[in-house]
């Protein structure tokens, strides 16, 4: 039984513009707020840093999910593919 070609999910155009577009203004709202906030140039320092830390751990939590998530769907496809094997080389006559 051959195995049904793996098709690439693949995200629409109008995904990626609402993706990309949410993600400029919210990191564009917020920088404009640390500069307007009526504080300290080290307390404005220290929440861009940390809105900086925030936004760089969120790609490296995403990407990190996806590669566990692709790792899994690769495992997933070779304990599949050893089973058939084994299935296929079972005579239960023999």
């Known amino acids: 039984m051959p195995q049904p070609p793996i098709v690439p999910q693949k995200d629409t155009a109008a995904w990626i513009i609402q993706v990309w577009a949410s993600f400029v203004l919210s990191v564009s709202a917020t920088s404009v707020g ?12 220290y929440m861009g840093m940390g809105l900086l830390f925030s936004v760089g751990s969120t790609f490296t939590l995403a990407k990190t999910t996806r590669d ?5 769907k690769l495992t997933a496809r070779i304990d599949e593919a ?4 084994i299935l296929s080389e079972h005579h239960p006559l023999k």
């Open 34 to 45: 640390i500069i307007y906030l009526p504080v300290d140039g080290w307390v404005k320092g």
């Open 82 to 85: 050893r089973v058939e094997k």
């Open 68 to 72: 566990n998530y692709e790792a899994t």
